[in-house]
């Protein structure tokens, strides 16, 4: 009996690391605007999340899912960001625009914050690792159920007006967002690493 189990543990960790090779971060170009994501997908992926390891259980992550017209109030804030970073003589209608139009290139666009009271017991470090691990479960997840994803930052995205949308205040932050989408056809974003040996010092 042992074996047999311990041969199927095998086996799904392999499976899980062929997951975690196979996963790509797509580009917006590699994203179908228009095909659904079904909110049920979406819940699974946000219940991945929910169980990143986390230090003293805090919980700190928090999320916002932006579907359907809801994305035209991201573009807005994201628009208002481009023209207060922007100064005078390097403002560009057409750019302003395409921030505006942004979160409409992909179907889903879900905020990727961390909640901090003010009066905290573990580090900021230690939260910040534990929601990106959760942004990674839900990356992971879309990649098993033939979403492509990526998670964007950037000092429009990560602005205090995109944040205020989000309901986050100081010093709880917002580190981005994921946006999710079936593949575009022909899209197959590839990528490498080198040898793990590279990067490993064995001590016996």
Known sequence: MWQVETSVQAASA?????LIRGRRT???????PTAPVALE??????EAARWAPNHGLTEPWRFTVFMG???????????EAYRLLTPADKYDPQAEQFQRQRPLAAPVWISIG????????MPEWEDLASVSIAAQHIML???????????VTGEIPLHDRVR??????PPS????????????????????????????????
Do not use: C, N
């Open 69 to 79: 017209e809801s994305r035209r109030l991201l573009g807005e804030r994201f628009a």
């Open 26 to 32: 797509h580009s917006p170009k590699e994203i179908s």
């Open 164 to 169: 205020d949308l989000v309901g986050l205040q």
């Open 141 to 151: 997840v879309a990649h098993s159920l033939g979403y492509g994803s990526k998670w």
């Open 14 to 18: 392999q499976q899980l690391l062929e």
């Open 41 to 46: 997908d979406i819940k699974l992926m946000l």
């Open 114 to 121: 961390m909640f901090r009271s003010g009066d905290d017991r």
């Open 173 to 204: 932050r917002l580190l981005g967002f994921v946006f999710v989408g079936r593949p575009a056809e022909g899209a197959k974003p590839t990528s490498s690493r080198s040898p793990i040996e590279d990067k490993v010092v064995w001590l016996t």
